[in-house]
């Protein structure tokens, strides 16, 4: 009986043990996770502060490189620098928002850019500011790249 009392007793405390080893390692897991989330957005935002820097300098060659792999199946370097005349171009760029998907392999990004026109022929540059929605995928490298509105399947 007291062995009985015993074993019961060192079983309990064992359940406790267990039970707070259990409890310790999801909250860690939910840390783990959230701490990940935290640093993959701030790659994401370096990586999308990069691409619209090169893109505002007219650096679109390193834009380029940052474009989504399939879109560089489609258009070639030589055909992607010769839009270094644009028409449209970028001033004080500003991410307002990054929004993951749940899997961590897409993103949406809100940017806050200036957006500065001169149609051809006209004597004024118009500006504006404006509010770009970008869509990035995470690729099997583990680099984010910029995927072109005209890509985009819905």
């Given at each position: 009986m007291i062995i009985n009392?015993?074993?019961?007793?060192?079983?309990?405390?064992?359940?406790?043990?267990?039970?707070?080893?259990?409890i310790a390692a999801f909250t860690g897991c939910s840390k783990q996770?959230?701490?990940?989330?935290?640093?993959?957005?701030?790659?994401?935002?370096g990586?999308?502060?990069?691409?619209?820097?090169?893109?505002?300098?007219?650096?679109?060659?390193?834009?380029?490189?940052?474009?989504?792999?399939?879109?560089?199946?489609?258009?070639?370097r030589d055909d992607y620098l010769k839009n270094k005349k644009m028409?449209?171009?970028?001033?004080?760029?500003?991410?307002?928002?990054?929004e993951?998907?749940?899997?961590?392999n897409a993103a949406d990004i809100k940017i806050k850019v200036v957006a500065r026109v001169k149609p051809p022929g006209a004597k004024n540059t118009f500006k504006a500011p404006v509010v770009i929605t970008d869509h990035w995928v995470k690729a099997e490298d583990g680099k984010w790249y910029h995927v072109p509105k005209n890509i985009i399947k819905k």
């Amino acid at each position: 009986m007291i062995i009985n009392r015993l074993f019961r007793q060192r079983m309990g405390v064992l359940c406790l043990v267990l039970a707070f080893t259990v409890i310790a390692a999801f909250t860690g897991c939910s840390k783990q996770k959230q701490k990940t989330v935290q640093d993959e957005k701030a790659a994401l935002k370096g990586r999308v502060t990069a691409y619209w820097q090169a893109k505002a300098s007219g650096d679109l060659s390193k834009a380029y490189d940052m474009e989504y792999p399939l879109l560089k199946k489609e258009v070639s370097r030589d055909d992607y620098l010769k839009n270094k005349k644009m028409l449209v171009k970028y001033q004080d760029i500003a991410i307002q928002e990054v929004e993951l998907d749940k899997g961590g392999n897409a993103a949406d990004i809100k940017i806050k850019v200036v957006a500065r026109v001169k149609p051809p022929g006209a004597k004024n540059t118009f500006k504006a500011p404006v509010v770009i929605t970008d869509h990035w995928v995470k690729a099997e490298d583990g680099k984010w790249y910029h995927v072109p509105k005209n890509i985009i399947k819905k």
